[in-house]
Nanobody, 124 residues
């Protein structure tokens, strides 16, 4: 069992930056691939970023590529999402998730554990 707790959300102006953190419990953190997803009101949850267990591989959709960076510190059991050049359309609740397979995947139903989410609001 893995428990995930996100932090770092807030209100920021367009063009600004935020860094989200996700702290994980458990001794097997490095074996999990980690992902970030987001969900805006009235929309489905969508994939934002993923990172392999070692941190050596990452993947992003085109909507955030070049603006968002996922990273992890396995010594601290923490995964991060650095978000730069934020846009109003990035406004959503952001969730981190853990995948026991260890492989980078983008499907919501492929992840095993989820955090409670943190709100990110980007004003224009």
């Amino acid at each position: 069992q893995v428990q995930l707790v996100e932090s770092g959300g807030g209100l920021v102006q367009a063009g600004g930056s935020l860094r989200l953190s996700c702290a994980a419990s458990g001794r097997t953190f490095r074996s999990y691939a980690m992902g970030w997803f987001r969900q805006a009101p009235g929309k489905e949850r969508e994939f934002v970023a993923a990172i392999s267990g070692s941190g050596g591989r990452t993947y992003y959709p085109d909507s955030v590529k070049g603006r968002f960076t996922i990273s992890r510190d396995n010594a601290k059991n923490t995964v991060y999402l650095q978000m730069n050049s934020l846009k109003p359309e990035d406004t959503a609740v952001y969730y981190c998730a853990a995948d026991r397979s260890g492989s980078i995947r983008i499907g919501v139903y492929e992840y095993d554990y989820w955090g409670q989410g943190t709100q990110v609001t980007v004003s224009s």
